[in-house]
């Protein structure tokens, strides 16, 4: 499962993410490679107002504690204090826009080929920065396994998806039913930049998307399939001979 918490865009403090490099250690912020500067609308409106505002960039390279390599990310901070404890305590709302190398949404896919997963890696990245453009590379992904699973090409992904057969995958009406998911909101990204695609939508689209990755390229289902049927074949028959008169 997706941990929604991690991959939201708001946060108290920065999340512990897993390195993106090792997909082992966890990135850790690091003092002296941290910098951070006030915002200029901040300081136009802590003048005017008279009260603390606080608004600042940062950009910060974030350390594994397993292969020791560094994580860029930069956003805004927002210090605010707590209403009614009379400036005395102040908390912090970061906003993440950009992370790179991005961690991982989901998990290494070992057995996908290598267009996959420089797909996958650049949405990671997107995730961050643009979700229409993120939502579209999810759509790739999807035309890329239909290519490499030779599934007949039709015009437009619906008609492209509806090609697919028991031949394709393995519960191929479940895949057609997931991978129509992805094409929907990946449509609507490509289609209309004023529908508003939520972070949560696409962390959904990400386990469909998983879901399916499993399916195409883990799942050993076709050969337990064939090996289930190879034995009773084999051992039905021997059965019925057994049983006849
Ligand atoms: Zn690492």
Redesign the pocket.
């Known amino acids: 499962m997706i941990n929604k918490s991690i991959f939201s865009i708001h946060h108290k403090s920065l999340p512990k993410w897993q ?1 993106a ?5 966890i ?1 850790n912020y690091i003092e002296e490679l941290a910098i951070s500067s006030e915002t200029l609308e901040s300081s136009v409106i802590s003048e005017n107002l008279h009260e603390p505002y606080w608004e600042v960039y940062f950009s910060y390279l974030l350390k ?6 560094k994580t860029t990310v930069a956003g805004t901070i927002y210090h605010y204090y707590v209403d009614g404890t009379n400036y005395e305590v102040l908390n912090s709302t970061y906003t993440i826009k950009y992370v790179d190398p991005s961690p991982r949404i989901i998990k290494y896919n070992s057995i996908a080929p290598d267009d996959v997963e420089k797909l996958l890696k650049l949405s990671f990245n997107l995730y961050w920065i643009d979700l229409h453009s993120c939502a579209n590379k999810l759509r790739q992904i999807i035309e890329f396994i239909l290519t490499d699973k030779k599934v007949k090409y039709a015009t437009g992904l619906k008609n492209w998806i509806d090609n697919i057969e028991s031949e394709h995958f393995y519960e191929y009406e479940n895949v057609k039913l997931l991978m129509g998911s992805i094409k929907d909101i990946g449509n609507s990204a490509s289609h209309s930049q004023n529908n508003e695609i939520m972070h949560e939508d696409i962390l959904k689209s990400y386990a469909v998307l998983d879901h399916i990755l499993e399916k195409s390229y883990v799942s050993n289902n076709d050969s337990i399939i064939a090996a289930a049927k190879e034995l009773t074949e084999k051992y039905n028959k021997k059965k019925e001979r057994k049983s006849a008169p």
Do not use: V
């Open positions: 390195c490099r090792c997909n082992n250690g990135l594994c504690n397993h292969c020791k390599d």
